[in-house]
Nanobody, 119 residues
Framework: QVLLVESGGGLVQPGGSLRLSCAASGIIRSINTMGWYRQAPGKQRELVATLTNGINRHYADSVKGRFTVSRDNVKNTVYLRMSSLEPNDTGVYYC?????????????WGQGTQVTVSS
């Protein structure tokens, strides 16, 4: 079983910055993709940013130029650096990881961390 634990959410003023972290634990053979999704109140969960094979980055149009996804392969941790935050960035941010563990493939979600952008 693979477990994802997120941290770093909170309340920030518009224009501010936050960094989210997501650490994967378990008997992990490899992680192909790690990324972040978010869900605003009353809306569906949407992709924010993903990092595949440690190289290929994909961002939602709404966050391009403001958010950066990165990964520490040794720590099995993915980060999301968020800058120039806007009220529309408010929501619960979920970490996702896909890869192989001791018994096969996994596609796992974290429990979510709240990000609120408000003055």
């Amino acid at each position: 079983q693979v477990l994802l634990v997120e941290s770093g959410g909170g309340l920030v003023q518009p224009g501010g910055s936050l960094r989210l972290s997501c650490a994967a634990s378990g008997i992990i053979r490899s992680i192909n993709t790690m990324g972040w999704y978010r869900q605003a109140p009353g809306k569906q969960r949407e992709l924010v940013a993903t990092l595949t094979n440690g190289i290929n980055r994909h961002y939602a149009d709404s966050v391009k130029g403001r958010f950066t996804v990165s990964r520490d392969n040794v720590k099995n941790t993915v980060y999301l650096r968020m800058s120039s935050l806007e009220p529309n960035d408010t929501g619960v941010y979920y970490c996702n990881a896909k890869g192989l563990h001791s018994s096969g493939s996994f596609d796992t979600w974290g429990q979510g961390t709240q990000v609120t952008v408000s003055s």
